[in-house]
C-alpha cells in the first residue's frame, strides 16, 4: 500500500500542473480581465482605483488626441504611460509564459500573492473565510451520511414495503426543492419573515459572541447554523440514499449472500457481516466529490441568502473581478484537497474491505 500511495503522490504532481496550466490558458485568453476593468474604472474616475496606483505615479486621467496603441479595449484617451503603470501594477508587464512559471515557482511555496481588489494576501483571505466553508460542509458531510447511510440500508432491507414507498417519496420532494429556494422558505417561516423569529438571520455567530461564556458560544455557534445546514442538506438526501439502498440490493440478491443464509446464518449477520463491505465501496467512492461540493461549491447561494462571507462566495467575486491571485491561489488549494481526499477515499477502500489490492493492481 505504500508503494500505491507514493505513486499516487508523484502523479499529484503533473495532475496539479495540468489543472492550473489549463485554466491559466482558458482565464488568460478571457477578456475583462483586470486592467481592462481598472481603465474602465479609471474612464469613470473611480478613485478607489487611483488610490491603489500609489503616490509614485500621477493617475489624473486625461484625455488625449492622440489614439492609444494599447490593444486593452476602454484604454483609448489615456494616457499610454498610465497603461503600462497599469500593467505594472497586475503584473501584466511579463509575457504570458514568464507569468505563469513566477506564479508556479511562488505555488510551490504557497506562496499565492495578494488580492488586486482586496488588499489582503490570498492565505489571509482564505485563513477568514474557512470557518464558514468548514462549518457549512462538515456539519452537512456529516448530517447527510448519518441519516442517508441508515435510511437506504433500511429501504434495502424492507424493499417494496410501505417505509420504503413514503420515504422515497419523502426524498423524492427534498431532491426537488432548490437548496436556495429551501433557505428562503425557512427564513420565511422560521427566521422573522412573516410567522416565527426563532432563529437568527445572518452570520454564523451573534454580535456579542465574544462575551459569552465557552457553552454559550456552543450553543450560539449551533443555533446560526440549523438553517443554513438544513437548506445545504436538503437535496443531498436523495442520491446518496438512493445510492445506499441500491448498492445494499444488487449485493443482497448475489450468491454468497443465499450461501451464507442456507448455512443458517441470520440476516443481521449476513447484513453487516458480509454484504456492508461490498456495498459500501459505492457509498465511498462518492464520498470526496459531496465533500468538495459542499465545502466550496454548493452553497454559494446558501452563503449569500444567510449572509455568511464563505469560500464560495469568494471565489464568486474573485471571477467576476477578475481577482487572479485568488482565482488561481483557490483554485492550487482546491484542486490539491481533492486530490488528497481521492487518495484518502482509496484508502479507505481499503480498510472497508482488504481484499482490494491497488499496488497489484499498479503493477
Known amino acids: 500500500m505504500s508503494v500505491y500511495i507514493f505513486r499516487r503522490l508523484l502523479l499529484m504532481i503533473p495532475t496539479l500542473f495540468g489543472i492550473i496550466l489549463l485554466n491559466f490558458i482558458i482565464i488568460q485568453a478571457a477578456p475583462g480581465g483586470p486592467v481592462e476593468q481598472t481603465l474602465a474604472k479609471l474612464q469613470g474616475l473611480d478613485t478607489s482605483v487611483q488610490n491603489r496606483m500609489g503616490g509614485g505615479v500621477s493617475v489624473e486621467v486625461t484625455p488625449t488626441t492622440s489614439s492609444s496603441d494599447s490593444s486593452y479595449r476602454g484604454a483609448q484617451g489615456l494616457d499610454p504611460e498610465l497603461v503600462k503603470e497599469i ?33 489582503k494576501s490570498v492565505v489571509d483571505l482564505v485563513i477568514e473565510k474557512m470557518p464558514v466553508s468548514i462549518s457549512l460542509g462538515l456539519w452537512s458531510t456529516l448530517i447527510i451520511y448519518l441519516i442517508s447511510i441508515p435510511m437506504g440500508i433500511r429501504k434495502a432491507v424492507k424493499d417494496g414495503s410501505h417505509f420504503d414507498v413514503w420515504t422515497s417519496s419523502l426524498i423524492v420532494v427534498g431532491y426537488a426543492i432548490p437548496g436556495f429556494l429551501f433557505a428562503v422558505l425557512l427564513i420565511v417561516i422560521f427566521a422573522g419573515g412573516n410567522y416565527l423569529a426563532w432563529f437568527p438571520l445572518r452570520g454564523l455567530t451573534s454580535n456579542n459572541f465574544a462575551e459569552l461564556s465557552m457553552m454559550g458560544q456552543i450553543k450560539d455557534y ?34 454468497y449472500v443465499i450461501t451464507a443464509r442456507a448455512k443458517g446464518l441470520d440476516d443481521k449477520n449476513i447484513l453487516y457481516g458480509h454484504v456492508f463491505r461490498n456495498a459500501m465501496l459505492i457509498v465511498i467512492a462518492g464520498m470526496p466529490g459531496l465533500l468538495m461540493a459542499l465545502f466550496f461549491s454548493g452553497s454559494l447561494l446558501i452563503e449569500v441568502i444567510f449572509s455568511l462571507d464563505g469560500l464560495g462566495l469568494l471565489g464568486f467575486e474573485a471571477a467576476l473581478n477578475r481577482d487572479y491571485p485568488v482565482m488561481f491561489g483557490t483554485l492550487y488549494i482546491f484542486t490539491l484537497m481533492g486530490l488528497i481526499l481521492n487518495l484518502i477515499s482509496d484508502i479507505t477502500y481499503v480498510l472497508v474491505d482488504p481484499r482490494i489490492d491497488f499496488e497489484s493492481r499498479e503493477g
Do not use: C
Open 87 to 119: 500593467e505594472k501594477l497586475y503584473g501584466f508587464d511579463k509575457p504570458a509564459h514568464e507569468r505563469f512559471w513566477l506564479m508556479i515557482k511562488n505555488y510551490l511555496s504557497f506562496d499565492f500573492g495578494d488580492s488586486f481588489f482586496r488588499d
Open 222 to 255: 449551533f443555533w446560526h447554523l440549523v438553517l443554513p445546514v438544513t437548506a445545504n442538506v436538503i437535496g443531498g438526501f436523495a442520491t446518496l440514499t438512493l445510492l445506499t439502498k441500491n448498492s445494499f440490493l444488487d449485493e443482497i440478491g448475489k450468491q
